[in-house]
């Protein structure tokens, strides 16, 4: 990488960089911005259609929440595709145990996929900046191990769960809930060793806990310690959480990590001096990624709304179904620490997946067009899932139509995911 003289605000509030000649590395069709939950689905339906694919991962492995955070199978029974297929080598692999798995033996069967299926991953890349003619995206620029270089696309997919790239081609979007900007707690998991049982934190351990440290209070009342299925001894433990964190801060953002992590150490800790375990609880790591519920929500040609989970809408564009309730995790302290409703099932419509006044870009995942309470319903492992594949087959449609995605044939698209087992009318 080569150096370049950058030059100083006489206030030193602002710096201006020269003019710059970015390398493409890549000309494919399909550009998949996140290798999580949704980018992941979305990469490998997409090659198996015949496309080129380049997937670019910000972390360090594929999978996203799926293999680092949760291990939570809620709203898969009405789905078919990718999503049948994921549980099914679950169970092959022996590592589910309804409605939970290990996801971190799941990477490795990520990794084959991708290779199985020629999707190219770029593992630590992140997108900074867009490529636009108008306003149809034609690339995106990211900062790799190789530094800065351009990867152009037929189509580009925001599988960012942030909405980060939808962001910088200047979409608009929401952010929280509507009477006061706030999002949903952000937590850790961490992994234990020497797990016997599986107690329920609230009704046995907590009080235990107290007993040692009576003014000692769980971080989060209905967090979770259980053992991994396909492991002995080894188990995880969702508590850690925290409110009122601005997730676009660096700084902040990187003490409530710190936070969460200090909240982990401390429950064990504490643990460990109770007769539940012996003392030999021991901590062995922390999940790669923080559990984020909630980010930004793009401003789309359609939006779920909170009518259409109670009220259980119709549309004409719909492209699968949702069926699981709406989990809203506390977005301030003192709140109760879940709320749940009850939904109606509806559908995800195609026209969410639109950032509004752009082409050549789908978002999927968590960072959709939709309300702050139909996201808490929707941004689960299996509804993301069903999004990537959508959003595989709206694209494939697109690059052999040579079309807008706007204006591929909807109704195709519809019966293709209704052949492959998603719920539609």
């Known amino acids: 990488m080569e150096g370049s003289n950058v030059e100083m ?35 490998v339906c997409a090659a198996r259609l015949g496309l080129q694919v380049v997937m670019i991962e910000q972390t360090a492995q594929p999978g996203g929440m799926v293999t680092s955070v949760t291990q939570w199978t809620g709203d898969m029974d009405n789905k078919g595709g990718f999503v049948r297929e994921f549980f099914a080598e679950l169970t092959a692999l022996g590592i589910y145990r309804r409605p939970y798995y290990n996801g971190f033996q799941v990477v490795g069967y990520f990794d084959k996929l991708l290779e199985d299926n020629h999707v190219t991953p770029l593992y630590f890349t992140k997108a900074v900046s867009v490529i636009k003619e108008g306003n149809s995206l034609r690339g995106v620029v990211v900062e790799s191990r190789q530094g800065r270089h351009a990867i152009m696309g037929k189509v580009i997919i925001d599988a960012t769960g942030d909405g980060d790239v939808a962001a910088l081609a200047g979409a608009d ?60 001894a080894a188990g995880l433990c969702g508590l850690s959480h925290l409110c009122g964190c601005d997730l676009f801060n660096a700084e902040e953002f990187s003490k409530a990590l710190a936070e969460l992590r200090r909240q982990s150490l401390e429950f064990v800790e504490i643990l460990n001096q109770t007769p539940i375990f012996g003392g030999k609880v021991e901590a062995y790591g922390f999940s790669a990624l923080p559990g984020i519920r909630e980010s930004r929500r793009i401003v789309c040609d359609a939006r779920v709304s909170d009518e259409d989970c109670f009220d259980g809408n119709f549309y004409p564009d719909a492209i699968f179904t ?12 003192g709140e109760p620490c879940i709320i749940v409703e009850k939904v109606n099932p509806y559908h995800i419509r195609f026209g969410s997946l639109l950032p509004a006044k752009l082409e050549n870009i789908m978002v999927i995942g968590r960072c959709i067009g939709g309300s702050h309470r139909a996201l808490a319903s929707y941004r689960l492992i299996a509804d993301c899932f069903a999004m990537g594949e959508a959003a595989a087959l709206a694209a494939a449609s697109a690059v052999k139509e040579n079309c807008s995605l706007r204006n591929i044939p909807l109704a195709e698209l519809q019966k293709e995911m209704k052949q492959r087992g998603y719920e539609l009318p």
């Open 9 to 43: 605000s006489t206030q030193n509030t602002f710096i201006t960089e020269p003019p710059r000649q970015t390398p493409v590395t890549h000309d494919v069709d399909v550009v998949v911005c996140g290798g999580g939950t949704a980018g992941i689905a979305c990469a």
């Open 173 to 232: 979007f929401e952010y929280g809930r509507p009477s006061d900007g706030e999002v949903q707690s952000i937590s850790l998991s961490m992994l234990m060793q020497n797990i016997t049982g599986e107690p329920h934190l609230r009704d046995e351990v907590a009080p235990a806990m107290q007993k040692v440290k009576p003014d000692y209070k769980l971080p989060y009342d209905n967090g979770y310690m259980r053992k991994l299925p396909g492991c002995e």
């Open 322 to 333: 949702v069926r699981h309730n709406i989990d809203i995790h506390r977005c301030k302290e």
